[in-house]
């Protein structure tokens, strides 16, 4: 039996209301007033897709030993990297082997369900064992368009594999069109896309029915067979049209978070996917439906695994944590959409050298240090002579990993002479409950809910971006953690 | 056996220079001016010069590498000239190395230098670390400066002692309102002006709880100590106006703070291990009753209460009691920052330890006006701390007058 193994969520801790999206400058183009509803997910200053598919991939492999993983493919339209291998630095923030197959997805909207074909593929084929699929997308929408209102940014994450399966893996049927709904060429910044009516008469409504009523034959299954249909489609009239068309019941169709998070891109239906299981029942049967250029259709079966207790926060778990943005404009900073005035320190020019970073890689990315094997000190960065002065050992080191570490603040700032997209910048010294310490920056806080002793766990950001020469930089920060509001 | 520095080295001669914005002067007018009052103060000819130290530490805004702008500008003939960099603790390095060669028995007469020209960057603080701090600091470090890695202290001494934030927050103004008004009849001071402690506390957040009122002056300025065997003191002196050095120490911090779990993040480890060592050397029993006055790193009001501590003058976790009851104020029991300190004197970095030693030698060569006198001063003490919090270099130097 193959199928998902594992499965896990991120969604960011900001979230706008899309009225203060629209109050802000709604004035532009008053027709998006039809958008202006409930809230979306946006990414911190210092997280993209990368980050977040890091994190969808720690929340998916809670539990899971990371040992055993054998590929990791990521799926997004948003990568930082044209030429460096994205899903490379998700590996190395998971604190994968080296020895991994690694891939990245992308182009179209549906590169999410083409990652998660190939995985199971690559399973069957018996020649890789659990290989986990991260999806992420931080779309940008022009200000004032639309797509400002409806895109979102999440993540979500499967491990695919032939051990303890809770969602087994039944079927499949794709379909590839040059239908060209909305495009971004090489060196564009937003979306652009052709008229809403074609999209909803044409790409909807004929690739999709196309698309499932194969699927249906294909398998002599019918549509009442399924307990959930997972499909993204932000058009909230046309997916009723949808259900209606494809015989869909409002009980089976799965909500597409459009009021809690937004469209995530190729993110969407795994992200959708990943909460639907969070409430699946053994015998339940799943259709998953990517669309963009196409449509892929997969079937899932759930077995008895599915109920058992999981650490995953997941989707559910990361939209019951949130904190408001009020000001539509930190959003735009954030975004580096709106060039804000950081002060000359920010216009420090650091360059990367990439053969430094290919040396420290494990540390920087990886959050690796280093146990003395002969007094079991642990310590970051990684030394070559211990540490505790009553050892001192040389070259007595192991690795060992802190990124899925929690630790305690000693001590924080916030400062506000640092150079900031989000000031005060705030930071401080954290204590590893197993030892180790170092001085991290501190994201998705506030300074007035910190306190000395509070339990923090690990982020993977994207530290610094270095605009002269297109470099987004990454290591961990701290996050405090966090009640559910 | 090392016997220790006390005694084997005289101070004949120091110069300052007004520390400030020095807009209109470059660092070699600084190291110049500074020299010249030096070389008429020990009262020798520039070629009675053996050897010489220069200390810098921003050298990328300032001089640049290497001991050549000293022996350029001063026109040194080909004598040895070193540069030095430690941090804040510069201008004690090149104090202490020229020490260590009349000490060695190597040359008679040498000189230290420190300048620092900071106000050309076009912006107010320090210049960012940069590549500077190291490339392994530009990939993993926090989005930090240097007010904010020294406000750390404050939350974890809080925490540690349960002293809450607005009395840190009182005492520490109560320290800089005292260097204010220490400052203000200091001609060479960069800030003179009287600051309350109302002032102090209301004023803008630099870094969480440190305010712009916590954090010292960013100045240009050079300082220079002409130094020699006591012999040669003594016939150069006929009036025995000099000093002599007690003490010379510094503690580098071995990664333990930063790395592993014994440091509680509310002191200075280094501190607190070279000021013992410098009260033995110093053969000093009680440095409470025995020091007649300090010069402390006060980079940070918080820096100079913590130090207070580290010193073993004030009890752990006591600090702000000696704070209030003015203990440290020019009329209290150790006058503390008797010129200004950092906070008002200002701090061009290489030239800081040189201008604790210059606060202290004319102190106790009683060259200062009555109004900023200390009685019956005989032995004083100058600490630099470089660095941050949980990973620096400490110096502390004692110097007396017989």
Sequence with gaps: ?485 | MATGIKNKVAVIGMGCTKFGERWESSAEDLMVEAFVECLADAGIEKKEIQAAYLGTHFDEINVGKASVPLSNTLKLPYIPVTRLDNYCATGTEAFRAACYAVASGAYDIVLALGVEKLKDTGYGGLPGGGIAAGVWYSLTGANSTTPGLFALLATAYSAKYGVSMEEIKEAIAHISAKSHANGVSNPKAHLRRVVTEEQIMAAPMIAYPLGLFDCCGVSDGSAAAIVTTPEIARSLKKDNDFVTVKSLQISVSSGEESLFTNWDGAHFETTSRASLKAYEEADIKNPREEISMMEVHDCFSITEMITYEDLHISLRGKAHNDIMDGFYDMDGQVPCQVDGGLKCYGHPIGASGVRMIYAIYEQLLERVPEERKIKNARIGLTHNLGGIPSNNVCSITIIGRD
Aim: hydrophobic share 35%; with cysteine; aromatic share 10%.
């Design chain 1, 1 to 485: 039996m193959i199928g998902i193994c594992s499965y896990g969520g991120y969604v960011p801790w900001y979230r706008l209301d899309r009225k203060v999206i629209y109050d802000a400058i709604g004035w532009i183009n008053p027709s998006t007033i039809s958008y202006a509803k409930g809230e979306k997910a946006v990414a911190n200053f210092d997280e993209d897709s990368l980050t977040m598919a890091v994190a969808a991939g720690i929340d998916c492999l809670k539990g899971c030993d990371r040992s055993l993983i054998e590929g990791i493919y990521l799926a997004s339209t948003t990568m930082p990297y044209k030429e460096r291998l994205n899903a490379g630095i998700v590996s190395a923030g998971l604190a994968f082997d080296e020895h991994i197959r690694a891939a990245d997805f992308s182009g179209a909207l549906k590169c999410s369900t083409s990652a998660l074909l190939s995985a199971i593929e690559g399973v069957e084929s018996r020649r890789l064992n659990n290989v986990i699929v991260c999806a992420s997308d931080c779309r940008l929408g022009k200000p004032g368009s639309s797509q400002e209102m409806i895109f979102g940014d999440a993540a979500a994450a499967f491990l695919i594999g032939d051990q303890d399966v809770a969602a087994e893996f039944k079927g499949s049927y794709s379909t590839t069109y040059d239908f060209v709904d909305h495009y971004r060429g090489a060196f564009a910044k937003y979306d652009r896309q052709w008229e809403d009516r074609w999209i909803r008469d044409v790409g909807f409504e004929y690739i999709i029915p196309e698309t499932v009523k194969k699927f249906l034959e294909k398998y002599q299954l019918e549509m009442n067979d399924f307990s959930k249909v997972v499909y993204p489609c932000h058009y909230g009239a046309e997916r009723k049209k949808l259900n209606k068309m494809l015989g869909i019941p409002p009980d089976v169709e799965q909500d597409n978070l459009m009021t809690e998070i937004g469209d995530a891109g190729s993110a969407q239906p795994l992200v959708m996917l990943s909460q639907a299981l969070e409430t699946g029942k053994p015998g339940d049967k799943i259709l998953l439906l990517g669309f963009g250029n196409g449509c892929d259709a997969l079937y899932f079966e759930l077995t008895d695994n599915i109920i058992k207790k999981r650490e995953q926060k997941g989707v559910s778990g990361h939209l019951a944590q949130k904190s408001s943005i009020d000001k539509y404009l930190k959003c735009l900073v954030w975004r580096e959409i709106l060039p804000a005035d950081l002060g000359p320190k920010a216009e420090e020019d650091i360059i990367t050298r990439w053969s430094f970073h290919w040396r420290k890689r494990k540390a920087i990315l990886g959050l690796w240090g280093s146990k003395c094997t002969g007094c079991g000190t642990v310590q970051y960065p990684p030394q070559r002579i211990c540490v505790d002065p009553d050892c001192g050992a040389v070259d007595e080191m192991e690795d060992f990993l802190f990124s899925d570490k929690t630790g305690h603040i000693i001590n924080y700032t916030g400062d506000n002479l640092a150079a900031s997209n989000d000031p005060p910048a705030i930071y401080g010294t954290v204590q590893f409950e197993m030892g180790g310490r170092h001085i991290f920056d501190f994201t998705d806080c506030d300074l007035d809910s910190l306190a000395v002793g509070q339990a923090v766990e690990m982020s993977f950001r994207r530290r610094s971006y270095d605009d002269q020469r297109d470099v987004s930089g990454y290591f961990w920060k701290a996050v405090p953690m966090k009640e559910d509001k």
